[in-house]
């Protein structure tokens, strides 16, 4: 499909009032795609019909996407207010939110931002590209006083205008009860890790339980994703046969019925592709020959708790394995 009209996409509504497309593009190449290649990529996404970006600092690509944005904007096929443009704080910025946004603003040539995330829970830093069983000497376990630290920050950017939302990323039950004690704002939504081998349930429930929308990352289960992002026991979503019983019936690729599946159960899934037949057909998921309940019931089969993003290079000196990082056991790791 060469365009789809945004008006047929349909849009959630977030508990302050706030409306985002249902379907948003991921813009992390890793290291398999240039910067130029991601953001003309957005740009003809967006002269498309896609108005959700989800980009993030330490993809290293705002200034390229900005420019892209720019374009768009300036010749006329899309106003400033109709897009949702979703950016993130690196884990090294925690104490320098609005610094850190400031730049984000002006890579992406933006005024404000649709919604602001925090990416990790965790101050900890790691070099681009490192291995993955690399610690670094100053990371720390999750604090729940740092953590407010940098929600106060990311409050007064709401009060000074500089974003719109502000919401969080890889958080865990355990984690964002700890903020929804303490928060003046409440976090919109919680970008996490979801798809059909990797549903997390009792979170998903959770945040909807607490008026917070799910976006759902590596909405696909990320196929083609580096090797070393990859252990022997990840599952492969696109070749579950629930996930390819419908891609048959419906003559789509399994990756949209990835899609498809995220958008019906409620989730906000941000695909990545720079292929304009692939982007276009996950934004097409939304609009067209949705899964049956049937089918929606059968892809419950799907599930392998196969998380891919496991986030070892954030673990700390002392800390047993990657599992520490998600509270698995409704405890906090220290
Ligand atoms: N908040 C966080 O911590 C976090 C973490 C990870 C990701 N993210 C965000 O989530 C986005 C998506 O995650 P992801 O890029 O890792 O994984 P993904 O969206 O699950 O998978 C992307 C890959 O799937 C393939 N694909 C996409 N659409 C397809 C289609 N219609 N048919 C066939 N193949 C298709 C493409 O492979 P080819 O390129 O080979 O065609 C693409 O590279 C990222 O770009 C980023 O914005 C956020």
Redesign the pocket.
Known sequence: MEKIDPALVPMRKLYNGAEIPAV???????D??GHEEIANAVKEAIRSGYRHI???AV?MNEKYIGKAIAEVIEEGTVKREELWITG?VWNDRHDEVEEACRESLDDLRLDYLDLY?V??PFPNYHAPGCDVDSRSPNAVPFKIENFMKTWRQMETLVEKGMVKNIGT??MTQAKMELLLKDARIKPVVN???L?PCFQQQELFDFMIENKIQP?G?????????PDRDKTENDAV??EDPAVQKIAERLNI????V??KWAVQRGQI???????K???M??LE?AIKDPITEEEMEELKSAEQNSR??KGQVFLWEGAKGWKDLWDLDGKIAR
Do not use: Q
């Open positions: 948003g593009l991921g813009t992390f190449g890793s398999r795609f989800d980009c993030a993809y993130k995330l990416h990790w990323s890889n970008e996490m890790e798809h976006i990352f590596c909405p696909i289960g990320s196929p083609t994703r979503d696109i690729h399994p990756a949209v990835c899609v899934p941000i695909p990545f592709s720079v292929h037949n692939e982007y057909s996950n998921a891919l993003i």
